[in-house]
């Protein structure tokens, strides 16, 4: 297993899926079963730098807080793209293919409710978890 698939162990994830990163097939199959498998609205954060970390981190917090919240890791979003162009993206937001997208909340029929930007200034402390909560609140009134 390689460094990128131990994540650092500070991070007490109790509602995440972290999509491995050694085997491709592999993360294809659990970020399909994760997103188009389950009754859950999603939080999937793209990324390994601080910023990523953070956003996994908060989301989880917040996943607790609701049973029908889950989120969603992509260490290495390149990988997984063919599942990604699966989805159904709402005209008027930024394309999650977009390279400044961290996170994107996905509803129950699949659609991408809310996407985060790396430059969204509501990131900044201390309102970076109230643009979390946002993006599952999106993704929860979504049709």
């Not at 390994?48 to 989880?60: G, N, R």
């Not at 890791?73 to 390149?78: E, S």
Request: glycine letters at 4%.
């Amino acid at each position: 297993m390689s460094a990128m698939d131990q994540p650092n162990a500070s991070l007490n994830l109790l509602h995440t899926t972290i999509v491995p990163t050694d085997d491709a097939a592999v993360a294809k199959q659990v970020l399909t079963s994760t997103i188009f498998g389950g009754n859950h609205v999603l939080l999937v954060v793209c990324g390994t730098d601080e910023l990523s970390q953070f956003l996994v981190q908060t989301a989880d917090v917040l996943a607790g807080a609701a049973p029908w919240r889950r989120v969603v890791w992509l260490r290495q979003p390149a990988q997984v793209a063919e599942v990604l162009q699966n989805l159904t993206e709402c005209s008027g937001l930024p394309s999650i293919q977009d390279p400044n997208a961290v996170a994107f909340s996905v509803s129950l029929m699949d659609k991408v409710s809310d996407v985060i930007l790396r430059t969204d200034p509501n990131l900044a402390p201390p309102r970076g978890r109230a643009r979390v909560y946002a993006a599952f609140l999106k993704a929860q009134v979504e049709p």
